[in-house]
């Protein structure tokens, strides 16, 4: 088993720029979870996805932010136009029930100078 | 108040001794309970579940969950340096209404160093 799979592990970018970070789920799990982690804020829900529809964005902190799920094994989180008070490190976890554990991707650790 | 909170840290122990981390939580109608251990630059990774009032051992690590308290907790027995990391707390928590769905809410985490 792979694990969960994010793309790319590191990302620097300028202010302005769009970023799209990218998440490979578990195969045969039907939740996908994005979380946002800084030193400040702890680690955030941002969205999560139930059979690859969106179930709660509350978390999204503005209309920057977007994330997509077009199929069971891939999803996105862009943002457009990034900031520099979005560096952080992005996670994408997966879980197969909604009381189960949920397993994390290694993290895509963004910088926007 | 925060939906989550733990002991704020950073705990230190000797090596040997007994950790012991807590965590309340607001939301009366949270149903699992989760640990989760964070090295330095890493992602988390799952220690423990609960979801049943007591005590829940596995090897080094005992989960202890007090409903009515709102509150639970972590025990390492013998700490080990390897056992340096942050440790979160999350809970999973119930839609009212009857739809039940898988958000975490995470703890600010504790950072725990095992000096040799």
């Known amino acids: 088993d792979a694990g969960v799979i994010q793309s790319p592990r590191h990302e620097v970018t300028e202010m302005g720029q769009e970023v799209t970070l990218r998440c490979k789920p578990i195969?045969?799990?039907?939740?996908l979870f994005w979380y946002r982690q800084t030193m400040m804020r702890g680690l955030e829900l941002l969205i999560y996805?139930?059979?690859?529809?969106?179930?709660?964005d509350s978390g999204m902190p503005e209309d920057r932010f977007s994330a997509k799920m077009p199929n069971a094994s891939f999803s996105t989180l862009k943002i457009q136009p990034s900031e520099p008070r979005d560096s952080a490190v992005y996670f994408c976890a997966s879980s197969s029930k909604s009381y189960n554990e949920q397993f994390f991707g290694p993290g895509t650790r963004l910088t926007v100078l | 108040q925060k939906e989550v909170e733990q002991n704020s840290g950073p705990l230190s122990v000797p090596e040997g001794a007994i950790a012991s981390l807590n965590c309340t939580y607001s939301d009366r109608g949270s149903q699992s309970f989760f640990w989760y251990r964070q090295y330095s630059g890493k992602s988390p990774e799952l220690i423990m579940f609960?979801?049943?009032?007591g005590d829940k051992e596995d090897g080094r690590f005992t989960a202890q969950l007090n409903k009515a308290s709102q509150y639970v907790s972590l025990l390492i027995r013998d700490s080990q340096p390897s056992d340096s990391a942050t440790y979160l707390c999350a809970v999973n928590s119930l839609r009212t209404g009857g739809t039940s769905y898988g958000k975490l809410t995470f703890g600010q985490g504790t950072i725990l160093t095992v000096h040799p």
């Open positions: 609960i979801y049943s009032n």
């Open positions: 996805f139930n059979n690859n529809v969106p179930i709660d």
């Open positions: 195969s045969g799990h039907d939740y």
